[in-house]
Nanobody
């Protein structure tokens, strides 16, 4: 079992950048499919970025090129760099760990509490 704690959320202006981190304990994150999921009131949950165990990545539409997911195995930490943020990208960003499913994505088994990102225009 793995425990996940996010940090780095903040209030920023439209066009600014932000980096989020997810500190994991209990197991190496390299054993898991890892991801960042955004929750916004009134909207469906969105998988922002996914990092599979083989190192390949997936991004939500329109985010590739501005968002970068990465992991630091030595620190057992998952990171998300977000550039040129937009107001509609505000929300609670949660770190998740799971396993690759049969359709190439990930099924999430463990969740962090989340860190709030607010982008103002």
């Amino acid at each position: 079992q793995v425990q996940l704690v996010e940090s780095g959320g903040d209030s920023v202006q439209d066009g600014e950048s932000l980096s989020l981190s997810c500190a994991a304990s209990g197991a190496p994150i390299s054993n898991y499919c890892m991801g960042w999921v955004r929750q916004t009131s009134g909207k469906p949950r969105l998988e922002v970025a996914v990092l599979r165990t083989d190192g390949t990545t997936l991004y939500a539409r329109d985010l590739k090129g501005r968002f970068t997911i990465s992991r630091d195995n030595a620190k057992n930490t998952l990171n998300l760099r977000m550039n040129n943020l937009k107001p509609e990208e505000s929300g609670l960003y949660r770190c998740a760990a799971g396993h690759v499913n049969g359709v190439g994505g990930c099924t999430w088994n463990f969740w962090g509490q989340g860190t709030q990102v607010t982008v103002s225009s």
